[in-house]
């Protein structure tokens, strides 16, 4: 999926929302248990339910592998699920991956040769090489980890540097240089929401996808009003303040309610800022 | 297996050899290609001949995850394979994983709950929360990256910060605080095998993961010159150099051959610098 193509989803849809399919298997609901694979399943309803409101999915790896074999099996059939029933929705592997070339090119294989998303997101601290593979794929995207939100990007993403940059200022004077925005998108938190307007100064037509809206505190408000740009710009996540809502039988309706509720938002948002 | 069973291995097998099971499907020697699942047989082979002169395997995920739900049965398979038949083998996943907390557990399951590996390489970028669910786990090991061996090190690692230390020695100096030797490791790279006393100022007793010997040109003298200490503290990778170092259906014989030479090697350098 291109930018214009992402954007048309975002107008038509009023909505900039990812859904994160953290789908955690210890926490799957009751009625699900007796499936042969709750983890699909789960996420099966929660398509379903939250597709009118949400632009993008973004299922994160790390809880599909903790299933190990079965766990891969159900994040491609995730992924494959979406494809095939609404195929205009964009798809982020949340991978954070990242290696020198050869391996990078590996990876860039697992996530794009079988189409099963259309973005992967990338670890920059090995430079260059670890998003170039992943670029020669026409149509497919990098997310390249930028400012996070949790606690410790304090370690060393916002260390100062000599040149007067912080580090994640780097990441992105440097790695805009290596795509261009129909290929490379950055994730910036919403807990450090003020500081989305220094991000965009340094790159002001870029697709940011923002985590930390919700369950991690930030304010969608606030990253509209500082990070959306004339093509909206943003994809902003929530993963546990939809799919974990409830964890009744009733998760889907709630996930539904939850979702619709930010849409309506976002719609607001679109509305008075783009 | 704790340091100083690591350092015993090391003694009694005069190496400290880790071969990388970088193991490419699309390489697989005709004589594989009827197998059921080539990319373990090949591991197979590979693990069988080596096995006398290396103390630690280190399969490489991506190259499992290009093969998909059979890629990971691949490496699954593999690693009870070194568990089952040579227990005092160190098993590392090089797997680069990085994220916040709740994430960075559910990685920290996936490769240790089962016990399949010792190890997992991590990438430090969004700080501390990538590392510390690892470290709640007795008797594993997070090998984070420090300086590594390909040329864009330089984007990011290589840069100095205002405080005047560079990213990557920023990198150790607070990552060595979240745990202890006896629980983190650090890579560095054989083609910066310079730097590798810098490092050593750093963290005197720190087990390096050194990449970069062989295929990429990093020496192996100049790497225990500067890098070893007491208790050795070297676990040398080579991947290509020793795995495809023959494509016939001698791979395995000319693999044994490869290790066997690196070993002898290895001995000399144990014995005139340990």
């Not at 491609?76 to 205009?88: A, G, H, T, V």
């Not at 990242?98 to 998303?117: C, E, K, P, W």
Request: proline letters at 4%; one cysteine or more.
């Amino acid at each position: 999926m291109n930018k214009e193509q992402l954007f048309e989803a975002i107008k038509a849809k009023q909505s900039f929302l990812c859904v994160g399919l953290d789908t955690d298997i210890n926490m799957t609901p009751d009625c699900l248990k007796g499936s042969d694979d709750p983890q699909f399943e789960f996420n099966k309803a929660i398509i379903d339910a939250t597709a009118p409101y949400a632009v993008c999915y973004k299922p994160n790896l790390a809880f599909y592998e903790e299933n190990g074999v079965k766990g891969w099996a159900s994040f491609e059939k995730s992924c494959r699920y979406i494809r095939d029933n609404y195929p205009d929705i964009f798809i982020i592997a949340d991978a954070k991956r990242g290696d020198i070339g050869n391996t990078s090119m590996m990876y860039a294989r697992a996530f794009f040769d079988a189409n099963l998303v259309d973005a992967v997101t990338l670890a920059p601290y090995m430079g260059r090489d670890t998003v170039a593979p992943f670029l020669e794929y026409k149509g497919k995207w990098s997310v390249i980890l930028a400012l996070t939100s949790n606690a410790s990007a304090a370690d060393f993403e916002m260390q100062p540097l000599a040149n007067g940059k912080r580090v994640f200022e780097e990441v992105l004077e440097r790695s805009k240089e290596w795509g261009s925005d129909e290929n490379t998108m950055y994730v910036v938190g919403a807990t450090k929401a003020s500081m989305l307007k220094g991000v965009r100064d340094i790159v002001p037509n870029h697709f940011l996808l923002v985590p930390g809206v919700g369950a991690q505190g930030g304010s969608l408000k606030e990253v509209a009003i500082n990070g959306m740009n004339a093509q909206c710009g943003l994809l902003v996540n929530s993963s546990r303040g939809i799919i974990y809502a409830d964890k009744s039988d009733q998760f889907a309706v709630v996930a539904e309610a939850k979702a619709k509720e930010m849409q309506i938002e976002m719609s607001e948002l679109l509305n008075k800022y783009l």
